[in-house]
């Protein structure tokens, strides 16, 4: 267990459709990120949260959003679902200081979205 | 923004032998270079991490080099088990807060039995 949770595991949706899915960062983790990983592909990084606010965007839709919470817990919202969103999606955390700092990130274990 | 080439982006070897995976990146001022292995239906882990005021970093049989002037840092497995196999992710961060990490394109690894 890597400290950061993610849920739901799996999501299998429709086409059109909206979904929500959760990330809770290791305790004491201020910074929350958000990667899609579609089918043997890389890592693409979505967006950037520290402390309830959005520090840095990615390639991440318009169709895509997300948020972070005063408890730190963040969510993605992905809606009017294309087949092509099928994907996992990663949540990742690090304590993110305000000070130059070389922390690496914790991963979650990921969302299987399938959009059929 | 910062930009990360990983080769190759697959490798076989044998069962004992080393394996080692290249990166380079484009923005000088980063600063922390962290690799991460991700297993088949994992999320990435952490393995092996090195900042810019080193030049090599070992961790049982796992090391990491860097060169900073020419801008690249590898990774080096020796005597690889198959338990070695996975994905693996280079990574290079910026200086100064809130510098998210720029992930390679990954290398799948195969030890061969």
């Known amino acids: 267990d890597s400290g950061v949770t993610q849920t739901p595991k799996h999501l299998i949706t429709a086409t059109g459709q909206r979904v929500t899915l959760r990330c809770s960062p290791r305790?004491?983790?201020?910074?929350v990120y958000w990667y899609q990983q579609s089918l043997d592909q890389g890592l693409q990084f979505l967006i950037q949260?520290?402390?309830?606010?959005?520090?840095a965007k990615g390639n991440i839709l318009e169709r895509f959003s997300a948020q972070q919470f005063p408890d730190l817990h963040s969510e993605l919202n992905l809606s009017s679902l294309e087949l092509g969103d099928s994907a996992l999606y990663f949540c990742?955390?690090?304590?993110?200081?305000?000070?130059?700092?070389?922390?690496?990130?914790?991963f979650g274990s990921g969302t299987r979205l399938t959009v059929v | 923004g910062e930009n990360v080439e990983q080769h190759p982006s697959t490798l076989s070897v044998q069962e004992g032998d080393s394996a080692v995976i290249k990166c380079t990146y484009s923005?000088?001022?980063?600063?922390?270079f962290p690799w991460y292995k991700q297993e088949l239906g994992k999320g990435p882990q952490l393995i092996i991490d090195?900042?810019?005021?080193?030049g090599e970093k070992k961790d049982q049989r796992i090391a990491v080099t860097l060169n900073k002037t020419a801008k690249h840092f590898s990774l080096h497995i020796t005597e690889t088990q198959p338990e070695d196999s996975a994905v693996y992710f280079c990574?290079?961060?910026?200086?100064?807060?809130?510098?998210?990490?720029?992930f390679g394109t990954g290398t799948k690894l195969q030890v061969i039995p």
């Open positions: 990574a290079a961060r910026g200086s100064g807060g809130y510098q998210k990490v720029t």
């Open positions: 990742a955390s690090s304590v993110g200081r305000d000070r130059e700092s070389n922390y690496g990130y914790t």
């Open positions: 305790s004491g983790d201020l910074s």
């Open positions: 949260y520290y402390n309830g606010e959005e520090r």
């Open positions: 923005d000088s001022a980063s600063n922390y």
């Open positions: 090195i900042r810019s005021n080193v």
